[in-house]
């Protein structure tokens, strides 16, 4: 058994400090209400309408157990491992374009796979989430976020580990809403200042 694990079992339901944080962050990512759905999502949904139609009355928390937990790992590690990482300007002459990756992806292309992966071995739809993020830097990047009963689980291809979101460095804008496949929601990341965010890169 991991470490974060073990501390996720042992932290379920309590609010705890975030690493760097003076104040208490939840395992559960703040949301506040409808935002801009991002470009290359938009277009993406247009190539595969029935994936971004998918609606959730009831959004569900998925129970994370040492066999989850163990997928979410497995699943992780094989795609970061499986593509040639790149952007979509050195794969499609383009800055942005959301798809499948072939041989290689950038960020949102992987995060895309690691979501169809987990939807084909029964994970449900409202827990799988494309986040868009900034890195330390500044630069805008997306990873997909995992909502659990623990905690909301970070899976990133510039990251070997499955992190608790407030475990990461960084900095969250928005994702997928639980309730529409197809609609995002903004996210109040209180524990860094905000800023303008880029297009995803790698």
């Known amino acids: 058994m991991t470490g974060l ?3 996720l079992m042992v932290v379920a339901g309590c609010a705890f400090f975030a690493a760097g944080s003076s104040a208490p962050a939840s395992p559960f990512m703040p949301t506040t209400g409808a935002t801009s759905q991002p470009i ?11 994936e971004c139609d ?3 009355s009831s959004p569900a928390r998925v129970n994370l157990t040492a066999e989850t937990w163990n997928e979410l790992v497995a699943i992780n590690a094989e795609v970061n491992a499986g593509y040639i990482q790149a952007t979509d300007a050195e794969i499609f002459g383009r800055e942005e374009h959301w798809t499948y990756p072939g041989q290689a992806g950038d960020c949102e292309d992987l995060a895309l796979q690691k979501r169809r992966l987990l939807m084909e071995r029964g994970w449900p739809v409202s827990s799988l989430l494309v986040t868009v993020v900034r890195q330390p830097t500044g630069e805008g990047h997306a990873v997909l976020t ?3 009963d623990r905690g909301d689980l970070v899976l990133d291809n510039l990251e070997p580990r499955v992190l608790l979101w407030t475990d990461t460095q ?3 804008v928005k994702r997928q809403s639980e309730f529409h496949a197809g609609r995002w929601t903004a996210i109040r990341d209180g524990r860094r200042a905000g800023g303008a965010v880029g297009s995803p890169s790698r």
């Open 54 to 56: 998918v609606r959730s």
């Open 5 to 7: 694990y073990f501390r």
């Open 170 to 172: 960084l900095s969250f």
């Open 40 to 50: 290359g999502h938009y277009e993406f949904c247009r190539t595969h309408p029935a």
């Open 146 to 148: 995992v909502v659990t």
